[in-house]
């Protein structure tokens, strides 16, 4: 059931958003290691509607230090989201999608410049925990 909701709302969103793109952009589909985003259709159809997929198993399992979204922008995300008291979860599903909808893109770019540096990081202690390093 996961892997279906998942598949369904990529081809929805993701395959939407893709297709304005122009095909000179660069852009590298990287995912989490939720269930439904390593199930077998869910890996298919990202191979074949992505571009350059890294599929899970050439991605490291536990991974945040390489992964944009967890060593920066959730981050800035909740700071900006909890910046005042949130009375109920209809309230925080409004607030996650206001701010996420004036998120300033140059966050983003600033998170994905340190991605290479973060992977020779990697590289360099064998896979160990670096963000200490940082």
């Not at 660069?26 to 990202?46: S, W, Y």
């Not at 992505?50 to 399992?61: A, E, G, Y």
């Not at 909890?82 to 996650?96: C, H, M, N, P």
């Not at 140059?106 to 925990?129: E, F, K, M, T, Y």
């Amino acid at each position: 059931m996961e892997n279906t909701i998942a598949t369904t709302c990529l081809d929805r969103s993701y395959c939407q958003t893709c297709a304005g793109y122009p095909r000179t952009s660069f852009f590298v589909f990287q995912q989490d290691g939720a269930p439904a985003h390593r199930a077998r259709d869910t890996i298919t159809f990202l191979e074949q509607q992505t571009p350059d997929f890294i599929p899970p198993t050439l991605w490291p399992p536990n991974s945040p230090d390489l992964n944009p979204v967890d060593y920066s922008i959730w981050s800035v995300l909740q700071e900006k989201v909890y910046r005042s008291k949130i009375t109920d979860v209809d309230e925080l599903k409004a607030r996650l999608m206001d701010e996420w909808a004036q998120f300033e893109q140059s966050i983003v770019d600033a998170a994905i410049s340190q991605w290479r540096r973060r992977l020779s990081a990697c590289v360099r202690v064998r896979g160990a925990h670096f963000e200490h390093k940082f």
